[in-house]
């Protein structure tokens, strides 16, 4: 089998501050009012970010986890468990499902070794509690400064501030990154489901024409479920270019007034410092 990486980057991988909270782009500052105490609340963004990023990745993780241990069928609400009266019916064990995906990201990772490139249920099981305890443990690092951060800023932290700290980073680090994290979860919960009636189907030895109509059914709704991801993504997407366009359309009128200077130098000064 092919090695592939995984396209959701490992929030593990870099400590580095994210591009929008950047001294560069100023974008923090001006949302936060120029406050005079702006390098320590960017460091509380920035312990923010990175905590509301691995929790969406344990949210990841654990879908996979779930899927692979039979637990969908327990933590997922009542529209996600049409076949948990059939399942229950014929007495069949707990359904566990390891996907392709999550078997190539472990066969993409130079670390684990893969004998005949034959992925286990241990493989899995090992490789995906041992990512999610690697999560929550940096989790709580990274909290525990949070928290040591804000209480350093004594009373000038408030409760208004700290809101609008986390409004910031989900806006703008946050909401592009969950409509694609939480889009992958869909699909590995649609995978799981797809196998178990796949399953319930062949065990149940249904007709050709049931199998053919049950897979256009998961097919279809596939479709819509990645179409309503794909439309929440495209609708950030329209409203961050939106207001890029109107930045980059918007143009203070020039003043009158620089026409009229006879001084050519001081009119170019001026003019320079105009179109700056």
């Not at 979860?185 to 799981?192: G, S």
Request: net charge neutral.
């Amino acid at each position: 089998m092919k090695k592939l990486k995984s396209d959701i980057a490992d929030p593990l991988s870099s400590e580095e501050m994210p591009d929008y909270l950047l001294n560069d782009s100023r974008t923090f500052e001006q949302y936060m009012d120029e406050s005079p105490s702006i390098e320590d609340l960017r460091q509380i963004a920035y312990f923010e970010h990175k905590s509301a990023l691995i929790e969406l990745h344990l949210l990841f993780w654990t879908a996979h986890l779930n899927s692979g241990t039979g637990q969908l069928l327990i933590t997922e609400s009542a529209a996600w468990q049409i076949s948990k009266s059939s399942t229950r019916r014929i007495g069949r064990a707990r359904f566990q499902y390891w996907s392709d995906k999550i078997k190539a990201i472990i066969l993409a990772d130079d670390q684990v070794k893969v004998p005949n490139n034959r992925v286990t249920y241990e493989m899995c099981f090992n490789y995906v509690t041992e990512k999610i305890r690697q999560l929550r443990v940096q989790l709580t690092k990274y909290r525990t400064e949070l928290k040591q951060r804000k209480e350093q800023l004594n009373t000038y932290f408030t409760a208004a501030i700290d809101e609008k700290i986390k409004s910031f980073v989900e806006e703008y680090g946050m909401t592009l990154r969950r409509i694609l994290i939480e889009s992958k979860i869909v699909v590995i919960k649609c995978d799981y489901y797809d196998e178990l009636f796949k399953s319930n189907f062949d065990y149940e030895n249904a007709y050709a024409h049931q199998l053919k109509l049950f897979e256009k059914i998961c097919q279809s709704k596939l479709n819509k479920e990645t179409a309503r991801m794909e439309v929440d993504l495209l609708k950030q997407r329209v409203v961050h270019q939106h207001y890029s366009d109107l930045f980059l359309a918007f143009r203070i009128p020039e003043p009158p007034a620089l026409l009229t200077l006879q001084d050519r130098d001081v009119r170019l000064r001026l003019q320079y410092r105009y179109n700056e």
